[in-house]
């Protein structure tokens, strides 16, 4: 269905450095596919999706749409975007008009719908994304996770035989997270064709088809979520998915701001769809720092997410110690920790000695 | 109020009022007295290379009459005939002393015209060998009540290209106009002169600050309204022969008034005398036109203009947007009132333009400087994702600008929009100044004639208030329906 080769963009600073964005960029993609796009920032992972609707044209290379090189001088290119979806990071929905009227406004003035039929797909589309009860409120009234199934919908609307999402979960309050890519779930198991550049790794890994690992602007890997996630060829690959998210506190004095430590937990939680996982790590690190770890500041406490394999958790780290320091003066306490955690690894490092409850 | 009735306040400062009249019996006894007079007139030249009066120098001569009955002036000066007895009475002034020299007046052309300003120095002196001149002086200006006096009937007038004559001045017994005819001792005389060389005349009233300009653009062709003929203005002026002589008179108010009446009559008096006499309101009414003639095709013209100079700021090319940006800066830097006269008088005064396309023009091109900054900075406050969403479904640029882009930032523009419309509005009662007879106008002309200033000033505001106002709704509405 799209087959790009070479493609490049370069852009030029204004103190006229030239900065290559996309160096190289070559795949093959089939009716059908959802192909989620992963990779460190400023890889150029947005640019290439903007790059294959021409909203940034590329600097370079080819991009074969259905038989047909987009890039040739006098390609209709505004035909060529009714039938390439677009779904932003930041909505954009049309501001000036109702709900309703977002969705019907093109397929009226672009697809030449008489406004009853436009309305009544509308209202289909709206009812499959669960916003049919908003069609008269204006954008400014929505929620964001509302405004980008809003914006899903506006896309369908047209018809379009790829769907491009450009971080489309990004710009959400994590609990708004969940009804978008529900939202998008429903659409790939329809077969819709889908692009999707996102951070989500659990959502590519299960939804998607394939995954491209982009990095150095070009596609670095190439696989099925199992290849790239769990047997990744390159090491640059395998540093990002097997990353491992850490949030460290250096605990100097009993007298440490607990409520800055509670609350940025919570936002790594919710940053990580762990959200679940919340409770347990607050209760434990209450527990813990009342009792056990009460005497022995200064101490390392961490909190610690792995996207590939999905585990979270609560570790503590004291200095020149050699021996487990859990149950020595507090062994209620020590029960009851055990308690809210799946395991308890107690570990000797090379500083000192670790105490890892993994949730 | 009117000045009649004013007059006659118990106010304080009578007592004072009083003392200076008294003190005042002739030239010898102007020293540490306010003097009123016009600007541009013979008395401007007498009076303003003098440090030893309190100058207070006016563009009308009605605002000369409201300064000495209101007693911001202790003197006037001016013709001796400029107001007519019958008024004198009525606004409580009174002729304290005459001038010792006299003025001969006389038509003005520019200098080296012969066409005209020979036959008519011709005509005027067979008239005064004839008598006849004299006779005409006489009829108009001996006379008690020289408003009523009719013009002759001289038979249907010639056709052809017509004479442009602009008058400084409209008051009776010189030159005034009523119920749109030009009467009075010049008109009568250029009606003579039309009739003689078989040519019609065309009498234009011309504010005092602008009729050198005029006249030397080319925009009339004779110049009429007592203009003096002096030393000075031989230099830069060709006159026809002199067809009368000024008298300077000096006036001051008078003590003793004459009887006031009720409040409701008062009004009354006001009304029919600034509206219904001699059917005034007609000036008013074909003001009122002129002036939403003018603002409606500016604000089109300029809406249309600085969208425009809009897309030209926002061109990725450098230079365009240069040119825009020095249109903008250049328009906002110059006064309106001086851009206007020049492109009446330089710019456009070649091009046989009227004067009210004239004013549409430079009203909408000072507008279009203002409005395409507030079009730039309400397209700018689209986020540019809208564009994006509109291209990324499919729109090209132009209607991705016309569907999206245009309705948003059009309801963001529109309060400040509105302002600068309706300030625009109001900023057409310059106009005046390059003789059109607008609102403004409308009311010196009557104020001129009804010695009143109170009136036709509240009059006029009214109506202004109004019309801000509707063009205000008128823009709303606009608004909603773009929404639709």
């Known amino acids: ?359 | 109020m009117t000045v009649s009735c004013k007059n006659h306040n118990p106010a304080a400062g009578n007592d004072d009022t009083t003392q200076t009249q008294a003190a005042i019996r002739s030239e010898a006894d102007l020293p540490g007295h306010s003097v009123a007079y016009t600007s541009g007139s013979v008395y401007d030249l007498m009076m303003s290379p003098r440090t030893d009066i309190n100058k207070l120098c006016f563009n009308m001569q009605t605002d000369c009459i409201e300064a000495i009955v209101r007693g911001h002036a202790d003197v006037l000066v001016d013709d001796e005939s400029f107001i007519p007895p019958e008024e004198m009475a009525r606004l409580g002034i009174r002729l304290a002393f005459r001038g010792e020299k006299d003025f001969p007046c006389g038509f003005a052309f520019r200098k080296g015209e012969k066409e005209l300003c020979e036959p008519l120095s011709h005509f005027i002196d067979s008239l005064r060998s004839t008598g006849e001149l004299q006779e005409m002086y006489e009829r108009w200006f001996l006379c008690d009540t020289p408003s009523r006096v009719p013009m002759p009937d001289l038979g249907p007038a010639p056709t052809g290209k017509p004479i442009l004559v602009g008058e400084a001045i409209n008051l009776p017994p010189t030159a005034f106009p009523v119920e749109r005819q030009w009467r009075g001792l010049e008109p009568e005389l250029l009606e003579r002169f039309a009739h003689h060389i078989g040519r019609p005349v065309q009498i234009n009233y011309i504010p005092v600050g602008s009729i050198v300009a005029a006249l030397q653009a080319g925009n009339i062709d004779i110049l009429g309204g007592g203009i003096f003929i002096t030393e000075e203005r031989l230099k830069t002026l060709d006159f026809a022969s002199s067809h009368y002589s000024a008298h300077p008179g000096y006036f001051v108010k008078s003590t003793d008034g004459g009887t006031r009446p009720g409040f409701s009559q008062r009004v009354k008096q006001m009304f029919h005398n600034n509206l219904i006499a001699e059917n005034r309101w007609r000036y008013i009414t074909d003001g009122l036109w002129e002036t939403v003639k003018i603002s409606l095709l500016s604000i089109l013209l300029g809406s249309l203009i600085g969208a425009g100079v809009c897309r030209m700021r926002m061109s990725r090319r450098k230079w365009v947007g240069m040119i825009a940006q020095v249109y903008v800066d250049l328009m906002r830097g110059i006064p309106m009132l001086v851009f206007l006269m020049i492109m009446f008088y330089v710019v456009l005064s070649g091009t046989g333009m009227g004067a009210s396309a004239v004013a549409v023009i430079a009203f909408a091109l000072n507008f279009a400087a203002y409005v395409s900054e507030m079009f730039r900075t309400a397209i700018l406050s689209v986020g540019e994702g809208q564009t994006e969403a509109g291209l990324a479904i499919g729109f090209n640029r132009w209607q991705t600008f016309i569907y999206i882009v245009a309705p948003q930032a059009l309801r963001n523009v529109m309060p400040v929009y509105k302002g600068e419309a309706i300030s625009l509005v109001k900023n057409t009662s310059i106009v005046g100044y390059i003789a059109i007879q607008d609102l403004t106008r409308a009311s010196d002309m009557i104020r001129n004639r009804t010695f009143d200033a109170f009136f036709p000033l509240l009059t006029v505001t009214i109506i202004y208030f109004i019309l801000a106002w509707l063009l205000g709704r008128l823009l709303d509405l606009t608004v909603k329906n773009i929404d639709k």
């Open chain 1, 1 to 359: 269905m799209i087959t790009i080769k070479h493609l490049s963009k370069r852009f030029t600073n204004p103190d006229n450095t030239v900065v290559e964005v996309l160096k190289d960029v070559n795949c093959e993609i089939q009716r059908g596919e959802v192909i989620s796009i992963i990779g460190p920032s400023g890889t150029g992972k947005s640019t290439f999706l903007r790059a294959i609707n021409l909203l940034d044209p590329p600097t370079g290379g080819e991009i074969i749409f259905n038989g047909e090189n987009i890039l040739d001088k006098g390609y209709p290119v505004s035909k060529l975007r009714q039938k390439m979806g677009m779904v932003f990071q930041s909505f954009n929905l049309f501001d000036h008009l109702n709900i309703l009227d977002n969705i019907t406004f093109a397929p009226i003035k672009l697809r030449n719908l008489p406004r009853e039929q436009a309305e009544e797909e509308a209202m289909t589309l709206l009812r499959k994304v669960g916003m049919s009860e908003k069609t008269s409120a204006m954008p400014s009234d929505l929620s964001g996770g509302q405004k980008q199934r809003v914006a899903i919908a506006r896309c369908l609307a047209m018809h379009p035989e790829v769907i491009l999402f450009d971080e489309p979960t990004s710009a959400l309050d994590p609990t708004m997270v969940g009804e978008v890519l529900s939202v998008m779930r429903q659409l790939a198991a329809e077969g819709m064709t889908m692009l999707i550049v996102t951070h989500e790794m659990k959502f590519a890994r299960d939804v998607s088809t394939r995954i491209f690992f982009m990095n150095e602007g070009i596609i670095y890997e190439d696989g099925t979520p199992r290849q790239v996630f769990e047997n990744p060829v390159h090491s640059a690959t395998k540093a990002f998915v097997q990353r491992i998210h850490k949030l460290v506190f250096e605990v100097d004095s009993p007298d440490y701001d607990m409520y800055d430590v509670h609350s940025q937990i919570g936002r790594f939680c919710n940053k990580y769809n762990i959200a679940a996982k919340r409770d347990a790590a607050d209760r434990i690190i209450d527990i813990m720092s009342s009792s056990v770890m009460a005497s022995l500041h200064p101490y390392t406490l961490r909190l610690t997410h792995s996207e590939q394999t999905d585990v979270t958790a609560v570790d503590y780290m004291k200095e020149n110690v050699s021996g487990s320091f859990l149950a020595d003066t507090d062994s209620q306490a020590a029960s009851a920790v055990r308690t809210l955690c799946k395991e308890v690894v107690e570990e000797r490092t090379s500083r000192g000695f670790r105490v890892k409850f993994i949730l």
